[in-house]
């Protein structure tokens, strides 16, 4: 009997583990109780179905990137134009008498390559968002439906002075 109980257990406990994930906002998934599940796990949720996987670390990937770009860009953009905004290229020639003043452009390459960058960036970040729906579909569909069903399970051990004990809530 003991044995039973301790399968029975285990059984359960593993039952779960099996859980169904959805999509939130900027790439955030979310368990079948609502919470956050941080990338980590739901790549370990996902070993077992690599084609998800696959699609899960690309679509992570590309949002990492988009958002390199996208800040990068933007730091790019506003440090060039703050120094622009900062250093005088005044040139004064001429005599005292006739004073010839003359202001050169500043060199913007900065702003307009970080201009690129975040152009770049815009299809980056909305194709990522995708690619992860597609992977938390595919892991969904390779669940069980008994066990997506199932997700209420609870099992605690129960401990006082006298007992000890297992308690399964179904």
């Known amino acids: 009997m003991k044995q039973k109980?301790?399968?029975l257990f285990f059984i359960f406990s593993t039952i779960t583990f099996a859980q169904h994930l959805t999509y939130g906002t900027g790439g955030t998934v979310y368990d079948?109780?609502?919470?956050k599940v941080i990338s980590t796990n739901v790549r370990i949720l996902m070993r077992d179905n690599p084609e998800a996987l696959k699609l899960y670390n690309t679509g992570?990937?590309?949002?990492?990137?988009g958002n390199a770009f996208f800040y990068g860009g933007l730091a790019m953009i506003g440090a060039?134009?703050?120094t622009a905004m900062n250093t005088t290229d005044i040139n004064s020639t001429g005599s005292a008498t006739n004073p010839q003043v003359s202001s050169d452009r500043s060199n913007m390459t900065f702003a307009v390559i970080g201009g690129i960058l975040v152009a770049v960036s815009i299809p980056i970040k909305i194709g990522y968002p995708r690619k992860i729906r597609e992977a938390l579909g595919k892991y969904n569909n390779k669940l069980p439906e008994s066990l997506v069903e199932q997700n209420t399970i609870q099992t605690?051990?129960?401990?006082s002075n006298?007992?000890?004990?297992?308690r399964i809530l179904f």
């Not at 079948?32 to 919470?35: C, D, M, Q, R, V």
């Not at 992570?60 to 990137?65: A, D, E, L, V």
């Open 5 to 7: 109980l301790i399968l």
């Open 32 to 35: 079948s109780e609502g919470k």
């Open 60 to 65: 992570r990937t590309k949002k990492t990137f």
């Open 80 to 82: 060039n134009v703050i």
């Open 156 to 159: 605690a051990i129960i401990a």
């Open 162 to 166: 006298n007992q000890l004990g297992i």
